[in-house]
């Protein structure tokens, strides 16, 4: 979790310099640019977010299922798949790529071509196809309300494949998604139809079932198992049927908040998770050159993020601070600090 924080202060660092450069190269009428605007629109679509999210049920993902809840996050996936005949074919990626939620009750998934590696001869390594993929969450309540969800599901795929790796037309998937919860235990699954749009006789249309059965233990781990069943129409494998138990354990993750705020002449971007925090006593040490916090649990890492993040935001007159946690809160909070950009100033 502390590498994924000092991810994203140097991501929001890094953003921040390329807008104040940008501001600042620019000419036009003086005065502030519109960073109050800016702020106070990223702040109500990150509500907007939390908002919809509060309304389903918190799950944990499934490991191969889709989950028919609306997420936020960028995911990669690596997939090793033994065959029979002793070999076992890598994918990377795995269809997975950047989640995010435009508007209540909608979520658009960018997914990144898998990179397959065959490890057989004669089969060519190489990039799968392009898929993009829109839910629409139908129904929801959360564990207070009914822990339950239906979501419509509409994924498209291009045939952007390298050397067979892919689909020879682009294939329509309508999927419908559901779950519900029972306390401890969920279930989570979805059926579709993958649909090409042409070749249907080569391509084949597959029937997919997919349902994961979770079980939490203490708010930590989500012990499940998947059954993943398809049914082939036509195509290589017509008239067979494949049936995948996918056992799995899930650690329950935290979550990480950004409030960005403005007074018109600084910006302020406070970020906060949900980990164990960082004791008094290292509160300056760990803005030190390889310095590391007690709380990290043995991670690997080399203890410059911070310092580094902090020498960016002094270099652009800001600052990077830890900030007080609130009594009832756990985690860390972090506030970045930087001079709003101006319109029309040289650099």
Known sequence: MARKLQLSLLALLLVSAAVITQAQTETGSAGFASNAD????????????????????????????????????????????????????????????????????????????????????????????????????????????????????LAVSAPTGQFANGALNPVITPTIAYGKGFGDFDLQGTFGVSLPTGNTRLIGRTYAWNDAFQYRIRGKIWPQIEVNYSRFQEGKYGGNTQVLLTPGVVPAGSSIRMEPSTDGIHSQATISDSGPGVPESERERIFERFQRGSTTGGRSGFGLGLAIGRELAARMNGSLELLQTPADQRGARFALRLPAARVGESA
């Open 38 to 153: 800016l702020s106070d629109s990223l702040h109500s679509w990150l509500d907007m977010v939390s908002s919809t999210q509060a309304r389903q049920p918190h799950w944990i993902t499934p490991l191969a299922t889709v989950t028919p809840r609306l997420e936020q996050e960028f995911r990669y996936d690596i997939h090793w798949l033994p065959k029979a005949d002793g070999t076992v074919t890598e994918n990377y990626g795995a269809t997975k790529g950047l989640e995010f939620i435009p508007q209540r009750n909608v979520e658009i998934i960018l997914n990144i071509p898998p990179y397959i590696v065959h490890n057989r001869p004669g089969l060519r390594d190489g990039f799968g196809d392009f898929q993009a993929l829109v839910k629409y969450r139908l129904a929801a309540a959360n564990e207070e309300g009914g822990n339950y969800i239906l979501t419509a599901f």
